[in-house]
């Protein structure tokens, strides 16, 4: 294989001697601005007896406390910003319209370095100056698309902001019409743009795709065929999230065998989330980032909830960046599905407030055909007392997908099942059913 | 060129530097900015061998240097032009110079010789006022000559302690664009400096450094970029803090 083209070659190739020196430096500054700026932190330290004074080296990370999901949420919005919102630029933040949803400030400088990660992401995929790239991500609060952008103009390409856009049509025109080259969305997104071309009776090979860059979710190596095989693209995965960055924590290069991380950027740790020790090189566990060079909103040794594995062996592509495998699972119960993370208990919770109780309820999640399909099965409630309506069980039935739809920004189908048929779920075990391909 | 792991020192039981860490790569100018008793001046006097480390390693060129004597460090390659000038006011401009090559003294004369024409042509004006005496110079020249006699001993790395202190601005100028015309020649400049915004000016990194702490750290442009450090060290924003 040619030494493939690396967007920023100085960084992406450090010796590891050099990249040591580097994490160590911009560590301890940016625990050093933490324990000044941010409460949260001072607090933590403090509580854990942290002499920071005594970090003297990247593995003495793990006496520090970690940061949970749950901690941000408790900071809603601001409390975890390290600069006075005066100095933040943008503003992004997860979906959770149901639970609290956590607030990400990026300052001047965080844009910039996210540009170059994001610029490094591409670069690493194969996009070139001469790429047309269509982003059909959406542009919002959601971290991707803005992420990708940036990254796409600074590159040199020509950038598409095609966001998701409802209309399919208008997606596969667009890319017809503009002679797109690049693809980059959710897996299944390109899944029903491959429906769509059926539908329009468009040939791939009438577009001018060759590249794909997909995130969001699971690219199991089942639908990485059917993608590449029906787009006639070579298909790359990446991994982000938004707590961290966005898109830019890490991706495949064109060796396609494991992730690289941002290495100068991030450290990276894999923990047991039992006993939350480090594990051995190259074992499963919890994914654990810490970064360190973001300024309004640095995170210290936050648990991401995504299983996966190091692979410290150096890569033919030339990078020394560490690759992270494909996240194979989580640790805690949330589902991931089309880019959208939520959880279990935001289901019920919009559940709840339709029907005015908690209802026994399933998650039923799904491929059929490369698109990924959630059910969500009720149980009819005794409470409900137009059983035999069928006008005012289908009103319900809508009802609850539609808030579905808003809360969650998911297209749920909602069915209906017997009474007592679900209640022995109730422990929490079988309520979700994934059966989607890893 | 230059790798610093966390360095402790200080002074008595007074502890300046609290576990830094921070690199110089070849052919950079790195810029260390922070206030009064930030522990800038004590961390170059660290590097260069007049203060003793407690704990922590400095590395110039892959080799330890900490514990050294400071002749040792300018034998290495590593030289200091000290806040302040300290320039022999009683010797003239060139025996101040040829002092500078007392690490060399031992080697080849006509070395010496070469390197004095080189510094003379650097600063004409030391060559103008070769036989006066030092103490008898402007401030600027003074700097200029306390400059000329850290390169005189040929150093791959030459840290500048407040060169523009107590210096006219325009000579200043003229200072930071001799660091500039430094790097060019190939050598590596570790530069502290009062005025932030001439040395973020000049430099291609820097270190922002609080009570014996790196804070911050990045190249020239994100800490120009950074409102704190503007706000702090570069003298903007003051009417708009309602904080």
Known sequence: MDRAALYNARSETMPRDELEQLQIERLQSTLNRVYRNVAFYRTAFDAHQVNLERLKQVSALRELPFTTREDLRKSYPYDMFAVPLHDIARIHSTSGTTGVPIVVGYTRNDLRAWTECTARLLVAAGVAPHDVVQIALNYSLFAGGFGIHQGAEQVGATVIPASLTTNLEKQIAIMRDFKATVLISTPSHGVNIVAGLEQMQIHPERLHLRLGLFGGERLSDSLRHQLEEQLRITSIDTYGLTEIMGPGVAGECQVRDGFHINEDHFIVEVIDPRTLEPVAVGEEGELVLTTITKEGFPLIRYRTGDITQLNPEPCPCGRTFVRMARITGRTDDQILFRGVGFFPSQVEEILAGVEGTSPYYQIILEQKGGIDTIEIRVEVSDKMPFLDEVKALEALRVEMAKRIKTALDVEAKVAFVEPRSLRQLAGGKGRVVDSRPR | MLKILNLEAGYGPLRVLKGISLHVNPGEIVALIGANGAGKTTLLKTIAGILKARSGAIEFDKRQIDGKPPQKVVELGCSLVPEGRHVFSTLSVRENLILGAFARRHRDNGAVVTELEQVYKLFPILKERESQLAGTLSGGQQQMLAIGRALMSKPRLLMM????????????????????????????????????RAALAVADRGYVIETGQVVLEGTARELCDNPEVQRAYLGKEYKTIDE
């Open chain 2, 161 to 196: 302690d407040e060169p523009s202190l107590g210096v006219a601005p325009l000579i200043a100028k003229d200072i930071f664009q001799t660091v500039v015309r430094l790097k060019e020649t190939g050598l590596t400049v570790l530069l502290v400096e009062q005025n932030a």
